[in-house]
């Protein structure tokens, strides 16, 4: 199946074909974007692919709506994070689950595996997401909130390193960076709280 990663946005517009375009022409010459089902006004899969013919990402739009792919993904989702910890960043995201309204779904190819190709992704990724009221999902990490801080534990037993990390507490996100291999931060997240030996960053104020 891949490795994929998500863009989650409430908001069912979409940006044009020509302003993603030209965001890769004028970014990463390198790159190009072109579609590969619909057309230019009216997208449903577009291809990142290097002007060496190598393919870095193919990108869906999934809409969602009763019986659409869009909605079968964010069944799915509900499903998986059910067992996740902590309880407050899951309940946060089965609400925001059901105000989702488009799926930008980002299959990773040959190509993302170069730095350049990977920054392209990330670049396009991130123009989606930017457009506002949208979180970001990867296979085998988890969600983010809308501040692209990871908010629930999808990650294997195994894994370290820093990352950023929020909980929600009493309405209010509280950012910090974790170790995610330090047993004492891992459980303390777990629980829906700040490391002891972490400061945190207050969001500023209740977050809807």
């Avoid at 869009?70 to 960043?89: M, N, R, T, V």
């Avoid at 040959?110 to 949208?134: C, F, K, P, V």
């Avoid at 490391?195 to 960053?201: E, F, G, Q, V």
Wanted: hydrophobic fraction near 40%.
């Amino acid at each position: 199946m891949g490795y994929y990663t998500r863009v989650l946005s409430k908001d069912d517009a979409f940006p044009a074909f020509d302003e993603l375009a030209g965001l890769i022409r004028d970014a990463h010459p390198e790159y190009k974007l072109v579609v590969e089902s619909g057309d230019e006004e009216e997208w449903d899969t577009l291809l990142l692919v290097g002007n060496d013919e190598v393919e870095v990402a193919v990108i869906e739009r999934n809409p969602v709506f009763d019986g659409s792919t869009g909605q079968d993904e964010i069944a799915d989702f509900l499903e998986e994070i059910q067992d996740c910890k902590p309880a407050s960043g899951v309940e946060w995201l089965v609400e925001y689950l059901g105000e989702v309204k488009t799926v930008y779904a980002f299959q990773h190819l040959q190509g993302s595996e170069t730095e350049e190709g990977s920054n392209a992704l990330h670049a396009l990724r991130s123009a989606l997401w930017e457009r506002g009221d949208a979180i970001i999902q990867a296979d085998g990490e988890g969600f983010t909130n809308e501040d692209a801080y990871h908010i629930v534990w999808q990650f294997s037993d195994s894994v370290s390193g820093p990352w950023n990390m929020g909980v929600f507490q009493d309405g209010t996100w509280h950012h910090f960076k974790m170790d995610l291999g330090d047993p004492d931060h891992r459980a303390a997240f777990f629980a829906g709280e700040v490391p002891s030996d972490l400061s945190a960053i207050r969001a500023s104020g209740p977050i809807d």
